[in-house]
């Protein structure tokens, strides 16, 4: 959660909310949250017609989400699911609303400035002010949500 200085103060979310009451709470039941996403979240848990369908949350403790069932469109940064789970859980998370998908847009475009960007120095700056400027925009973007494998593009064929 390296954007938490962003999104704020992080909170437990309990996986299953029906279980919430439990008199012990399991570990496997709390996860760190945003306020945003757990606040979207709430008490949400799929119906039957919907586990019937494929929808649940996601558990990050025993599968893989990002990048295996969730991507990154790498033109509009919004989140795609590769199947009926995934997106539930984006859509019922909100994991596309509006400051994600501005953050997630800004965090691309500074990886594509580190990645790309040829540092000339001037007369009066020393190699050592160049290589701590970049250290300084590197901790800064790594403060952003992490970047997620983007959906790969169709190739255009002349």
Not at 45 to 56: F, I, V, Y
């Amino acid at each position: 959660m390296q954007h938490q200085e962003r999104s704020g103060p992080l909170e437990v979310d309990h996986f299953d909310p029906r279980k919430k009451k439990d008199l012990i709470q399991e570990y496997e039941n709390l996860f760190p949250a945003t306020r945003q996403t757990n606040g979207k979240k709430s008490d949400n848990w799929p119906t039957k017609e919907e586990s019937r369908a494929g929808c649940r949350f996601l558990n990050p403790c025993q599968e893989m989400d990002y990048g295996e069932q969730i991507i990154e469109d790498s033109q509009t940064h919004e989140l795609i699911g590769l199947n009926p789970a995934a997106r539930w859980h984006i859509r019922v998370c909100g994991l596309n609303a509006p400051l994600l998908v501005q953050e997630r847009r800004k965090r691309a475009s500074h990886w594509a400035t580190i990645k790309k960007t040829v540092f000339v120095m001037k007369k009066d700056q020393t190699a050592q002010q160049v290589v701590d400027l970049v250290a300084k925009f590197r901790a800064e973007v790594a403060l952003m949500i992490p970047e997620i494998p983007f959906a790969q593009q169709p190739s255009v064929s002349a």
